[in-house]
């Protein structure tokens, strides 16, 4: 979801709603403590340099369980985040949050309730690394047959 789709789906409701992976609501009294841009410039293991950027959300649950984040104080933040950083709205969004440790998800929308999705690694040189890439079972190929290999 890039931050331009969050702030159309805040246009649609009247309180936030957050749900983590395991469908754990996050508690009504969070923050949001940051918004940012986060820049990542590096080199892949195959050696192609990259860049990428995504907004960030910092989300916290303190102890001051009397705090609600209403949808117009977050649009206001983010209008502020835009103007002042220079914000580029279709960057895809992620939100860390604390669990275990500091946990970044990505997010999408389903009926009124924002959804941490987990994210995965990923090995972006594949080739060069010798990593085959999955099976395709096509319709005429049967299921998974003894010794094809894609069991």
Not at 100 to 128: H, M, P, W
Request: proline content about 5%; overall charge negative.
């Amino acid at each position: 979801m890039t931050l331009a789709d969050f702030s159309i789906f805040l246009n649609h409701i009247d309180q936030l709603s957050f749900e983590l992976p395991d469908g754990t609501k996050v508690p009504a009294h969070f923050h949001i403590t940051e918004v940012g841009q986060l820049d990542r410039y590096f080199l892949d293991c195959g050696g192609t340099v990259r860049k990428t950027s995504k907004v960030n959300f910092q989300m916290y649950v303190a102890t001051d369980v009397e705090h609600r984040l209403s949808v117009e104080k977050l649009r206001g933040i983010i209008a502020s985040s835009m103007d002042q950083l220079g914000l580029n709205p279709q960057l895809e969004l992620q939100v860390e949050y604390q669990g275990r440790s500091i946990e970044s998800y990505g997010l999408s929308y389903n009926q009124g309730v924002f959804k941490l999705r987990a994210q995965q690694t990923d090995c972006l040189a594949k080739e060069a690394c010798g990593i085959p890439e999955p099976k395709v079972i096509t319709p005429t190929q049967p299921a998974c047959a003894p010794g094809s290999g894609c069991c």
